[in-house]
C-alpha cells in the first residue's frame, strides 16, 4: 500500500468509527425504547433504509476529500495521476468495508426486530425493491444487497469529490454564481417553469413528474429491478470520476 493511500484512508478512520459508534448508539437507545409504555401503549421505532444515511455520510467525506490530500501530494512530489489513482482505490475500500458492515448491520438489525416486534428494521432494497426481495433466495439477496450497497456508495463519493475539485478549480466570481444560481434555478425557476408550461397547455405533463418517472426507470423502482440501479449508479459513479479527473489533471496550488 503506498504511502498516499495510507494518508488518504487514516482520514476516514475516526469519522467511520464515529459514524457506527453513533448508529450502534441510537440503536439501542431505540430498540431499548420500545419497552416503555405511553398511556398504556407502547411505543413503535422504524429503522428504514440504513444504507441512505451512509450515503449522505460519504457524500459529505467525498466533499472534504480534495484539497488537504492534493496539497500534501504535490508538495511531496506525488503525481496528479498517481493522486487520483490512489483517491480511486480509497473510494473502492471505503464503499466495500462500509457495504459489508451495513450488511451486517442489517443482518443483526432485522433478528432484533424479529424478536421485538415493535421494532421495525429495513434496508432500502426491501423498501424499493419488495418484490425481488421476497422471492429471491438468500444468497442471491445478500449478494445483490452488497453490490447495490457498493455502487451506491462509490457513486455517493464520487459525485462529493467531484464537486470539491469542480469548486476548487473555479475563481470566486465563478463559485459565487454556482452557489446561488443551481438553488434558485433548481428551487424557484424550474417549479415556475414547469407549471407555466403545463397551465399553458404546452405540454401534457409536469416536467417533475416526467422527471419522477425517469428516476423510477432508471433505479428499476417500476421495473422492481435493483440489478437496473446497480448499472445506473455505476454509469453516474464513471462519469463523475471522469470529469473529476479531468479537472484534477490541470490544477494547480492555490492559497488556502
Not at 1 to 26: H, R
Not at 137 to 155: A, C, E, G
Not at 168 to 178: A, D, E, F, L, Q
Not at 210 to 233: H, K, Y
Request: hydrophobic share 50%; aromatic share 14%.
Amino acid at each position: 500500500m503506498s504511502p498516499m493511500l495510507k494518508y488518504q484512508l487514516n482520514d476516514y478512520k475516526k469519522p467511520v468509527l464515529y459514524y457506527y459508534m453513533i448508529f450502534i448508539a441510537i440503536f439501542i437507545l431505540s430498540a431499548g425504547s420500545t419497552n416503555i409504555t405511553f398511556n398504556g401503549s407502547t411505543s413503535s421505532i422504524q429503522f428504514a433504509g440504513i444504507e441512505f444515511a451512509s450515503m449522505i455520510f460519504l457524500f459529505v467525506t467525498g466533499l472534504n476529500s480534495f484539497k488537504d490530500n492534493f496539497f500534501m501530494g504535490i508538495q511531496n512530489g506525488v503525481t496528479r495521476k498517481e493522486l487520483f489513482k490512489t483517491h480511486l482505490l480509497e473510494m473502492i475500500i471505503i464503499a466495500a468495508v462500509m457495504s459489508v458492515a451495513d450488511q451486517i448491520f442489517l443482518v443483526i438489525g432485522g433478528q432484533v426486530a424479529n424478536v421485538i416486534s415493535s421494532l421495525e428494521f429495513s434496508g432500502l432494497m426491501q423498501i424499493g425493491y419488495p418484490e425481488y426481495f421476497s422471492n429471491q433466495s438468500l444468497l442471491i439477496l445478500t449478494l445483490t444487497n452488497l453490490v447495490f450497497k457498493f455502487v451506491l456508495y462509490t457513486m455517493a463519493i464520487a459525485i462529493g469529490y467531484f464537486i470539491t475539485v469542480a469548486f476548487y478549480r473555479m475563481s470566486k466570481k465563478i463559485k459565487t454564481i454556482v452557489s446561488v444560481g443551481i438553488p434558485v434555478t433548481l428551487f424557484m425557476l424550474l417549479p415556475m417553469l414547469d407549471e407555466l408550461l403545463y397551465s399553458a397547455g404546452i405540454v401534457d405533463l409536469h416536467i417533475s413528474s416526467r422527471i419522477g418517472n425517469f428516476m423510477l426507470a432508471v433505479t428499476g423502482s417500476s421495473s422492481g429491478n435493483p440489478w437496473i440501479a446497480c448499472l445506473f449508479f455505476f454509469v453516474i459513479m464513471t462519469l463523475m470520476c471522469a470529469l473529476s479527473w479531468l479537472l484534477l489533471r490541470r490544477a494547480t496550488i492555490k492559497n488556502r
